[in-house]
């Protein structure tokens, strides 16, 4: 009865942001080696068979502070502007979505230790978050990263020596 005079607000109409998604792994190497797997191997484990522009022919590098992809034909598309960074501790990207206009951020975070390795073997737990997201940004894209980001980590982590 109270809103028989009055209106809704129109915040009570929008739908909320939607949470960070965020996946995680452990690797067996030094925090070095698991650092350079991350930034300057990343063309040999990125999963370009489930996000690319133009295949699995496509390269992937982080090249002038940029994820960038490079097509069999030298076309280029970038996915992520490096804001921030640490070398050996943490990654921030400006994340864009193919064919939207909107951004999220992509943080990376890499500690030492986790896992169940042996006392003598160094170890890395990465954690990637994926936040920023809007009520706007769509379903589909979202759901796509849920799935996505745990399988590129598991790529890495297999890259990394780790099953």
Sequence with gaps: MSDLFSHPSAAADLPE????????VTVPAPIDHAWAGLTQHLHLWWPADELSRWGEDSFFDLEDNALVETSAHDDENVW?????????EWLQ????????A?????RIEMAPGGGAGGADEPRVTLTLTHGGWTAGDPK????FYRGFWP?????YRRFMGSS
């Design 17 to 24: 942001a939607r949470p960070e998604l965020r996946a995680s």
């Design 102 to 106: 909107s951004t999220t951020s992509v």
């Design 80 to 88: 992520g502007e490096v804001t921030d960074s640490s070398p050996g």
């Design 140 to 143: 589909d894209v979202y759901d």
């Design 151 to 155: 399988d590129a980590l598991s790529r």
């Design 93 to 100: 990207l400006s994340w864009r979505h193919a064919g939207s």
